[in-house]
């Protein structure tokens, strides 16, 4: 069987592939996670820059099946990458109180040395319930919404301020499990 390897240094990537048995190796993509297009929808964005992750790591390896991952926040038109710091945190979530955003994630899959390439993505709706500057301070002074798109994790002590979601919550944490399972198959991929 073909070595899996993840183009990311995500610990949730990685996590969300143990937990469904996928035995794979991680080397991440160091490349800047840039927008080259603004007028682009978030979907074309996050397949995209998920595409580029998974080209940029085919250039390291003779052969195997690469994932390329990338996830975006988007609230009203706005997108909403990692914070650049406590303020910028605080902006975010300050924006998210109360409202629905939508969670893209892009999948790449590339298998070497066929050069057979799929991309695809998924959309996950989610609505934080309204919440307090000192609630949102409390969170961002636990350190967890640094490396994380939209500066919140659902999987962490984020979750207190999620009302509901429709769609995929593993989307929401990195990758959506579904869609990737989908395009396993299309690979010959089974994780059974």
């Known amino acids: 069987m073909q070595p899996i390897i993840l183009a990311s240094a995500s610990p949730r990537r990685a996590q969300i592939l143990k937990q469904i048995g996928v035995s794979f190796k991680v080397v991440p993509s160091n490349l800047p996670e840039e927008i080259t ?8 964005i996050v397949k995209e820059l998920a595409a580029q992750k998974a080209k940029h790591i085919a250039g390291m390896i003779s052969h195997g099946l690469i994932i390329g ?21 605080m902006e975010m979530l300050t924006l998210l109180s109360g409202k629905e955003h939508s969670v893209y994630t892009g999948i790449a899959l590339l298998k070497i040395p066929e050069q057979k390439f ?16 000192d609630e949102a301070l409390s969170y961002i002074k636990t350190g967890e919404p640094f490396d994380k798109a939209g500066s919140y994790a659902i999987q962490g002590r ?3 301020f ?4 429709t769609g995929c919550y593993f989307n929401v944490v990195g990758l959506p499990i579904t869609k990737l399972i989908s395009m396993f198959g299309d690979f ?3 994780i059974w």
């Open 37 to 44: 297009d603004a007028s682009c929808s978030p979907s074309e």
């Open 69 to 89: 991952a990338d996830t975006i926040v988007v609230l009203e038109g706005k997108i909403l990458g990692k914070p650049l710091g406590p303020e910028h945190a």
């Open 118 to 133: 799929e991309v695809d993505f998924s959309e996950t709706k989610v609505k934080f319930r309204a919440f307090s500057q």
């Open 158 to 160: 984020g979750a207190v």
């Open 162 to 165: 999620v009302e509901s979601i």
């Open 188 to 190: 010959g991929v089974s």
